[in-house]
């Protein structure tokens, strides 16, 4: 039998490191007074019609303009998929019933949802001086099925890992880049900086719940829960198609366009690249099977070669 993971323990590292890291939430970015026309929002390869033929007839202008509209998207995606986050977490708190509702744990929760905000007011911060609002959010009810209080927390654990996991890699990605602009890349950075520690309490908590799951005969809610993740990944990332942004850069017929652009391989290949951290990390712990990966089987041959996740955006940091 496998030992029961030390969810307190992780909790406990977690709350020191939250403590040495503070920092003021409303004053934490410098936001420059003007963007710079010459420097992107947005890595480039990464703007969602780069690998449509359309792009390469888009003005200068067209491309700076996607970028903005982009990086608003994507953060309105954050604040969004982390407000539900938050507000799951609030209802855990203290509680001492299931994994991760002891006082130590709860306390490590509170950290993090103290963070959530920060992220929240540092990402509306942006989008409401540059781009003159925060996009609407666009995420559709989830699927609820009945299901154990683990699987249900191992299932929302899940889904936040993969969320995180999603947002974590743009931000590593960005923070790294000097071609684009000054404000986004510090935003990116700083957002980082706390998302290490949540992706690591994430980890945790679908450890412990697996384990709980199967030690109490639940494991056939364990592939209803799989199936929920893998929708939520393929959502997580239809939402970096936004029609309204292309119908502002002067764009006709935007919804054909985003079922295009997630379409072509090039694309695809960046998305199994963008999904390869979280993927494995769940095969690893076996939650997954090769089954589940996105189509790359390189990333197979490496995984079974080394058995490990090496590229797990927590170990790369
Ligand atoms: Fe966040
Ligand atoms: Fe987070």
Not at 30 to 56: C, G, M, T, V, W
Not at 197 to 209: C, K, L, Q, T, Y
Not at 213 to 236: A, D, F, M, N
Not at 295 to 307: D, F, K, M, P
């Amino acid at each position: 039998m496998q030992a029961r993971p030390d969810v307190i323990q992780v909790a406990k590292k977690l709350t020191d490191s939250s403590l040495k890291n503070r920092f003021d939430t409303f004053n934490r970015v410098d936001y420059q007074e003007k963007l710079n026309a010459d420097r992107l929002q947005f890595p480039e390869e990464f703007l969602s019609l780069y690998h449509h033929p359309i792009y390469k007839d888009l003005s200068d202008e067209q491309k700076w303009k996607l970028s903005l509209g982009e990086t608003a998207n994507f953060f309105a995606c954050n604040i969004f998929g982390e407000q539900h986050l938050i507000s799951h977490m609030e209802n855990k708190i203290y509680r001492n019933k299931f994994v991760g509702e002891d006082p130590i744990s709860s306390e490590y929760a509170q950290h993090f949802i103290h963070e959530e905000n920060s992220h929240t007011f540092m990402l509306a911060g942006y989008c409401i001086r540059y781009y003159g609002q925060v996009l609407p959010n666009r995420t559709i009810a989830m699927a609820a099925p009945k299901l154990s209080p683990y699987g249900e927390d191992c299932l929302f654990f899940a889904r936040t890992f993969v969320l995180e996991m999603f947002l974590g890699y743009m931000n590593r990605i960005a923070r790294d880049r000097d071609d684009i602009d000054t404000t986004v890349r510090q935003i990116h950075y700083f957002h980082l900086l706390d998302e290490v520690r949540h992706i690591a309490w994430d980890r945790a908590m679908v450890e412990g719940n697996l384990w709980e799951l199967k030690e109490r005969g639940l494991g056939h809610e364990i592939p209803i829960i799989k199936e929920l993740v893998k929708t939520y990944s393929k959502v997580s990332f239809n939402s970096l198609y936004n029609p309204r942004i292309y119908k502002e850069i002067g764009l006709e017929n935007p919804s054909l366009l985003c079922r295009e652009a997630a379409e072509i391989p090039a694309r695809k290949k960046i998305v199994a690249e963008w999904s390869k951290g979280f993927e494995l990390y769940l095969c690893k712990i076996g939650f997954y099977g090769a089954s589940d990966i996105s189509e790359n089987s390189a990333i197979l041959e490496r995984y079974v070669a080394t058995n490990q996740v090496s590229h797990s955006l927590v170990e790369a940091v």
